[in-house]
């Protein structure tokens, strides 16, 4: 039993972040933990919390006093018991983290990416192809979950049976940083099969030989790391890379289909559609909060929180204080949300950001080229998860756009 150190001078905040209404609809705590003041403290979990933006960033930036070696999540993945071992990146600090990243200097290099890029327009231009031939779909269902899905696990070169796996996966993932609440243990439960598939990706002979997974293995060839650790670091795409760019892209065609006057604009410049999805990113903050653990005394505000305490950083709430951003609670696809901590920031901050705002643009581009007007047919219902805000179903009708002469899209 660990005994509470009343947190004296810190304001308590006597709410839980993962209760099933809350994560439906997090901004009034998220308001509620700025106004309290620079920091706080939740009760329940032991944990203090940062909303401010100024706190967030500077405490993402500083890796030395806030550290990720305990976790970024509710749970240490260091425990026997918990489901993974720790991530090489995410649950590191340097120096094995900063050898682990460079890593992935190859994988994510200009070349790479130009091709990923190719091969992921043609991808785009079909699915939004087919959803806009069908006019009424879940875009959702139909394209944001479709697209990452196909994306990422060609461009890392996974088999193409069983990549259904990693949404049972990416639950496991993102429920597991929260507490071991009922949507954690049965994601736990249903996890058996998806966490043997991915087991099974991790390793080199079931992995094509051109894609990313391979460079990362010819790591582990010229000395720079393990084998064992190559197929640690190939998780990470697993892990990180689906639910995040699902919830990205699910939150972005949302605020497209409920804000007709920037689906107007960016109609009208489509030019527009990276700054759209860097909004977006904004907005919906993917991964709503990460937690860090102090290795030294911080003083905040006066209060003395003493080393070995956990903070809740509240990436979400830091995105849309007013102390930072005009009107945070607008969705305008012409402000420039640089500075935004949707990536995080610092040497922890998104090893994947390239390829998120590469299938961000991409969809949004082909999305613009091809609809005139997406008419909102039903109930948009979000998805219950601890860490990742998404949507669970958006039901439309795509208006398709007259076709300019000369266009031809592949059929
Ligand atoms: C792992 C690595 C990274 C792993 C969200 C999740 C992650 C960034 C945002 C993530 C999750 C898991 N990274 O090593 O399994």
């Given at each position: 039993?660990?005994?509470?150190?009343?947190?004296?001078?810190?304001?308590?905040?006597?709410?839980d972040?993962?209760?099933p209404?809350?994560?439906?609809d997090?901004?009034?705590?998220?308001?509620?933990l700025?106004?309290?003041?620079p920091v706080?403290?939740?009760?329940?979990?032991q944990?203090?919390?940062?909303?401010?933006?100024?706190?967030?960033?500077?405490?993402?930036?500083?890796?030395e006093?806030?550290?990720?070696a305990a976790?970024v999540?509710?749970?240490d993945?260091?425990?026997p018991?918990?489901?993974?071992?720790?991530?090489?990146?995410l649950?590191?600090?340097?120096?094995?983290?900063?050898?682990?990243?460079k890593?992935?200097?190859?994988?994510?290099?200009?070349?790479a990416?130009?091709?990923?890029?190719?091969?992921?327009a043609a991808?785009?231009?079909?699915?939004?192809?087919?959803?806009?031939?069908?006019?009424s779909?879940?875009?959702?269902?139909?394209?944001?979950?479709?697209?990452?899905l196909?994306?990422?696990?060609?461009?890392?070169?996974?088999?193409?049976?069983?990549?259904?796996?990693?949404?049972?996966?990416?639950?496991?993932?993102?429920?597991?940083?929260?507490?071991?609440?009922?949507?954690?243990?049965?994601?736990?439960?249903?996890?058996?099969?998806?966490r043997?598939?991915?087991?099974?990706?991790?390793?080199?002979?079931?992995?094509?030989?051109?894609?990313?997974?391979?460079?990362?293995?010819?790591?582990?060839?010229?000395?720079?790391i393990?084998?064992?650790?190559?197929?640690?670091?190939?998780?990470?795409?697993?892990s990180?890379?689906?639910?995040?760019?699902?919830?990205?892209?699910?939150?972005?065609?949302?605020?497209?289909a409920?804000?007709?006057?920037q689906?107007?604009?960016?109609?009208?410049?489509?030019?527009?559609?990276?700054?759209?999805?860097?909004?977006?990113?904004?907005?919906?903050?993917?991964?709503?909060?990460?937690?860090?653990?102090?290795?030294?005394?911080v003083?905040?505000?006066?209060?003395?929180?003493?080393?070995?305490?956990?903070f809740?950083?509240?990436?979400s709430?830091a995105?849309?204080?007013?102390?930072?951003?005009?009107?945070?609670?607008?969705?305008d696809i012409?402000?420039?949300?640089?500075?935004?901590?949707g990536f995080?920031?610092?040497?922890?901050?998104?090893?994947?950001?390239?390829?998120?705002?590469?299938?961000?643009?991409?969809?949004?581009?082909a999305?613009?080229?091809?609809?005139?007007?997406i008419?909102?047919?039903?109930?948009?219902?979000?998805?219950?998860?601890n860490?990742v805000?998404?949507?669970?179903?958006?039901?439309?009708?795509?208006?398709?756009?007259?076709?300019?002469?000369?266009?031809?899209?592949?059929?």
């Open positions: 039993m660990t005994t509470t150190t009343e947190p004296t001078g810190v304001p308590i905040v006597d709410a972040p993962f209760d209404e809350t994560l439906l997090p901004y009034p705590l998220h308001e509620r700025r106004e309290a003041g706080a403290f939740l009760p329940k979990y944990h203090y919390a940062y909303a401010r933006y100024e706190q967030v960033q500077a405490a993402l930036a500083d890796w006093t806030y550290s990720s976790g999540g509710l749970q993945p260091r425990d018991g918990y489901f993974r071992t720790p991530g090489l990146l649950e590191h600090d340097p120096p094995d983290h900063t050898k682990f990243r890593v992935f200097a190859p994988v994510l290099a200009a070349p990416v130009r091709k990923l890029r190719t091969e992921s991808t785009a231009a079909q699915l939004v192809d087919s959803v806009v031939r069908k006019g779909v879940d875009i959702v269902r139909d394209l944001a979950q479709v697209f990452p196909q994306v990422l696990p060609d461009a890392v070169g996974l088999p193409v049976p069983g990549r259904e796996h990693l949404i049972s996966f990416g639950e496991l993932v993102f429920n597991g940083f929260g507490p071991q609440n009922d949507l954690f243990t049965r994601a736990l439960e249903r996890s058996g099969p998806a043997d598939w991915v087991a099974a990706c991790m390793r080199r002979e079931n992995l094509s030989d051109t894609g990313m997974g391979a460079t990362i293995y010819a790591s582990a060839d010229a000395g720079v393990t084998h064992d650790e190559a197929g640690t670091l190939v998780r990470n795409f697993l990180a890379g689906i639910d995040t760019t699902v919830s990205a892209i699910s939150g972005a065609l949302y605020l497209l409920t804000n007709p006057d689906w107007a604009r960016l109609r009208a410049d489509p030019s527009l559609a990276r700054a759209a999805f860097e909004e977006a990113v904004r907005l919906v903050s993917p991964v709503q909060q990460f937690v860090r653990s102090s290795t030294r005394e003083e905040v505000d006066g209060a003395v929180i003493p080393p070995g305490s956990r809740l950083i509240f990436h709430a995105n849309r204080d007013p102390r930072q951003w005009a009107e945070p609670d607008r969705f012409g402000r420039r949300p640089a500075g935004h901590v995080g920031t610092g040497i922890h901050a998104c090893l994947g950001q390239v390829i998120a705002r590469l299938e961000g643009e991409l969809i949004l581009s999305l613009v080229e091809r609809v005139e007007r008419e909102l047919t039903g109930q948009s219902r979000w998805h219950l998860n860490s805000r998404s949507l669970a179903s958006l039901p439309v009708h795509l208006h398709p756009a007259a076709q300019e002469p000369g266009e031809h899209h592949a059929g």
